[in-house]
Each structure stands twice: as C-alpha cells, then as structure tokens.
C-alpha cells in the first residue's frame, strides 16, 4: 500500500504501551500489514536489514508484529512465555536508530502465542535468531527500546564504525 515514516528515536509515541487489537479491528489491519510490508521491504533496501516490524514504529499504536524473513507472518496480539534461563547477548539494531547498535542480554529460547488475520490462535517456540528478534519487536509492543535494555553505559557503537562483532 504505501511506506510509512518510521518512528525514531525520542519520539514519545515509541514508549507508549500498544493496545490489544479487537476482532472488529480486523477490517482494518490488512492495509495496516501492507504498509509494514512495504515499510520493512524499504528499509531493508536502504539499509540492508530489518527482519521485523512493530506496527507502533509507524504510528499505529496496537499490538501487531510484522515479520518478513523468508515469507510474511503477522502476530496479533502476542504474548512471549516459557523464556529460557540460558541469555544470549547480542548487538541489538532497530529501524528507529538505523546506524545504533545496542549491546543487550536476550532469552536463547521462549514461546509465543499470538492471533493470525482470521483471529486464530497460534504458538511458535522460537530460538537463537528468532528468540531474540521477537522479544525486540515485543518490547515495542510495550513502549520499550532496546537502548533501555543495554548491559551497561558502554554497549552502544554505531553501525558504520564496524567496530562490533556479531
């Protein structure tokens, strides 16, 4: 449908807390999904990455996580459980601060139950890559940035400095 302008950093709206989409918001979300569609497919192609979405990053403040990675899948909704003992940490990135890389500690594993397009209920066990990637996007969901869960006062650098390791 159309690219939206991604949130950035310091915009307030980002650390709003998403309401839950009701069923009869349903009409309404397959444009939303289109626009994180083609927003996540333009910065992708601008900055050469961005695997996911929240729909919050672009103003519209419910709970929706758009994910494109080798095909689209859309959680309404989600809720992350059973999150593993074991962290990992990882240099965090985010569409709202393309060239911020944050330090922070992620579960290796949990689940997560959301709704599909048709309000079906789903769960996924998701691990590693996954894991962390949809605890970023649900932190959104929350009105928390990554730059909030940084280890310490030194675990920021920027992309373009290469000076990070995966």
Known sequence: ?????ILLLGNPKLYEVSEAVREDDLKDLPSVVADLHDTLLEFRRKYGAGRAIAAC?????KRLIYMFIDRPAVFINPVVEDRSKEMIEV?????C???????VMRHKSCTIRFRDLLFK?????LEDDLSELLQHEYDHLDGILAVSRAVD???F?????????K
């Open 1 to 5: 449908m159309a690219v939206r302008e």
């Open 121 to 125: 209920e789903h769960t996924m066990k």
């Open 91 to 95: 240099w965090d990135d985010c569409m």
């Open 157 to 165: 650098t920027l992309r373009s400095q290469k000076l990070y390791r």
């Open 57 to 61: 990053q672009i103003g519209f403040a």
């Open 97 to 103: 601060f393309p060239d911020l890389l944050v330090k």
């Open 153 to 155: 006062g030194h675990s």
